[in-house]
């Protein structure tokens, strides 16, 4: 897996590092019990701070989708195929949903822009929250 981020972005490096293992796990590309690099490992091989890189494999614990521990790293925990989300999860989600719609709304994007991308971007996934391969 290759992760790319962008030093120049405004979004934090950490948080660049996050969504891409998250859309890595949406598209198939990781799944569950895939191992992902030490922080150490990652963070030379970015030319960043293995401290970035732990505070957004730490993220992704407390979101659930990342296992941490010494004798196994950091290892995916869920996929698309590993059932329902948990209880805490959508109403979570549901909330940054809502962010990103009245962010949308704001710039003068249309329901029907917002609906069309967000179909566009769906099928970036597809077959994977059906629980077949991508």
Not at 9 to 31: F, K, M, N, T, W
Request: glycine share 10%; with cysteine.
């Amino acid at each position: 897996m290759i992760l790319s981020i962008d030093l120049d972005s405004e979004v934090p490096i950490y948080q660049q590092l996050r969504d891409r293992v998250v859309e890595a796990i949406a598209s198939g590309e990781l799944r569950e019990g895939s191992t992902l690099p030490a922080t150490r490992q990652l963070g030379a091989d970015l030319g960043i701070n293995f401290h970035t890189v732990n505070k957004a494999y730490d993220l992704l614990r407390r979101e659930g989708l990342l296992r941490l521990n010494r004798k196994t790293g950091a290892v995916i925990q869920r996929d698309p195929r590993s059932g329902p989300p948990g209880t805490a999860f959508l109403p979570d989600w549901e909330a940054r949903l809502g962010t990103l719609l009245a962010e949308a709304v704001a710039h003068g994007v249309t329901a029907e822009e917002v609906v069309g991308l967000c179909r566009d971007r769906l099928t970036t996934f597809q077959g994977t929250e059906q629980g077949e391969k991508p």
